[in-house]
């Protein structure tokens, strides 16, 4: 067996779990909310009307963006109220799941209780039962298998979507796609897309099993399917044998790209050797990660200096190095409490590549130089950069003016400029593939773009915990950016691909 | 002594119009009385004021002596049998669970008088466990009868019951139904627009014109009514008999 398979498959356990779990609970909430509000809107059109295009209106909401407007929107909510909500993990994912869950649920409802003969109502009032009696006798036992259909259309979208919880922090099968993704690791990928399809297949199955118990009269279809069904859940409440529990677990931090799942990596093995128990928060977005670390969500990660100095402190001033390292140091701990430990030794910053051969034919060494040929060529960046305060510092330090701009993903930026589809792509120094596609990085003669130093950074609650930073230490000062690249590029190449884990260990072997 | 239904000055209007206009009308225990009249008329109001499916807008409706008002609206309806055309069985329950439907509802035993019912409506017992899906349609209205029927009740509510019968079953679970209502001493109301089966069926026969009786009457003693509208009404199977007969 592959390493990278071997590797999805051991963490496919722990994932199905989550996944089945917030799933579960999804769906839960949405029936448990959702049936009685389709109770009374089947009865009162004042009501059925609003609350049909409330849901229908979240609905158009792609999922994705959903669970994202949950961070801030809970975020904002515990500053507010003064509670402890956590803004990260399960909560935002279970609310803008449950949401996404009631619409077919209350849907069939409706169309399940209005869809009943009339004649069936007049008998059931003629004959003197109440209406509580004329619901549960007649009404739902005639509306189940339409119900039903609504709740099984909840649970396979809700399975489906859940994957999405990956970004804001959740673990779900969606770790193993979006990792996968960004390594270009296909077996990650298609691990986690034909778990999360052959769960979605299993509970459809079963809630059909339910259906049709229901429809034929059928006792023993009914008690195995729900029978299986919450065994299932049940399973999912209980923590796995040697899974991580408790307080004493510190919480890895990685955005969305190999290097970070690399450093990642190295960081749960020196957390681990010195004892702590430990768990991930993968592809968290960038701005996001520094957010949950401030709140206590996720206690270490790797950010870069120019990123934290733009998006967090809001400035646009290009200071040298050192100089930027230092402001940082000191505003973020006494901002948000958090400690900058220190940096890697390599920087990850911002830079204007271009494949080689091409950069020759036109004659291009410098951003100065780009400015003169730029209006005829085009630019792939990846999805913020167009949005950053660098990308209007390089425009104003040398009157960048492209042809085109699109925004790619960074593993399909980088196809795009090896494929020709764009000329340029806003690259990073610390990836393996400059060297391994044969860019070369335009010069900044003018310092438009600042530093992007790889910083460890560590949480207010740990940031006087002596162990756990006598643990980090030995990684300051400790990769330069030759042997970054290398470890990026054994996880990013498409042949003899290695793991992320498998990265960090070459990268950081000691132990 | 008062009468076992006793209606007093009903009214009730929809919009501007006044589909019941001051309906006053006594009902003797044991008597089977037929509301007639075109549709609109106002019939199937007054048939549902009295379980109460329509809330008249003014007068008093007494059964037994009690105001139908001060009856709890389970209590007052498991007591009294109705009846309509499109029947109504639950279709996910079988022909004993529907049977057996009211008695539930008020709380009784299992004891199970399925077979006792079928018997009444002239069913073989194995219908029992029958859906309804599975019935001809004068089966199922037999059904109907033996869930109106199932908590004995005294007073009998049918909404056209017969209506959406072929005429052969419509005749034969007519005349049954009649017996049913001499054997078990029933007082009946039912609604009909068929003139003809009101006056083969009734000992009585209440004539409604836009919300007014017209007529009350024996069906012998209708036969001769002056007023021209129930009079046109009364010919039409008067003639239909004529013409038959000169075939």
Known sequence: MSPALAEALAELPELVRSHLLLSGCAVGIGVALGLPLAILAARSRALRTPLLGLAGLVQTIPALALLALFYPALLILGRATGLAI?????????????????????????AALQGIDPAVIEAADGLGMTRRQRLTMVELPLGAPVILAGIRTAAVWTIGAATLATTVGQASLGNLIFSGLQTENWVRVLTG???AAALALAVDGLLALVEAGLRRRSRWRVRLGL??????LVLAFLPLPGAAS???????????????????????????????????????????????????????????SGTLWTNILQRT?????????ATLTGALRRRDGVLLLGALGFENAYALAMRRARAEALGLRTLADLARAAPRLTLGA???FLTRAEWRAVQAGYGLSFAGQTSYSPTFMYRAVADGSVDVITAFSSDGRIAALDLVILADPRRALPSYDAVLLVSPAHAADQRLLAALRPLVGAIPVERMRQANLMVDRDTDKKTPAEAARWLDPAR | MTAFLDIEDLTKRHGGRAALDGVSLAVQAGEFVALVGPSGSGKTTLLKSINRLAEPDDGTIRLDGRDVRDVPLAALRHGIGYVIQSIGLFPHMNVAENIGIVPKLMGQGAADRAAELLELVALPA??????????????????GFARA????????LMDEPFGALDPVTRDALGQAYRDLHGRLGLTTLMVTHDVAEALLLADRIIVLIAGRIRADAAPAALMAAEDPEVRAMIDVPRRQAARLAAL
Do not use: H, W
Not at chain 1, 87 to 101: R, T
Not at chain 1, 267 to 285: K, P, S, V
């Open chain 1, 227 to 232: 029978g299986a069904l919450i065994a299932a």
């Open chain 1, 193 to 195: 897309c034909a778990a």
């Open chain 2, 149 to 156: 029927l199932a908590a004995g009740p005294k007073l009998m």
């Open chain 1, 382 to 384: 990846d999805l913020e």
């Open chain 1, 86 to 110: 956590p803004a990260l993990g399960f909560l935002p994912a279970l609310i803008a799941l449950s949401l996404y869950a009631l619409l077919p649920i209350l849907r069939n409802g409706i």
């Open chain 2, 126 to 143: 194995e219908m029992a466990g029958r859906f309804p899906r599975e019935l001809s349609g004068g089966q199922a209205q037999r059904v």
């Open chain 1, 317 to 325: 001033d290009t200071p040298a190095p050192a100089a930027m390292l």
């Open chain 1, 246 to 304: 408790g307080r004493d677990v510190v919480v890895i931090g990685a955005k969305n790209f190999s290097e970070q799942y690399i450093l990642a990596s190295a960081i749960e093995r020196r957390l681990q050797a010195a004892g702590y128990r430990t768990e991930r928060r993968d592809n968290l977005g960038s701005t996001v990660a520094y957010q949950a670390l401030a709140a206590g969500d996720i206690d270490v990660y790797v950010d870069y």
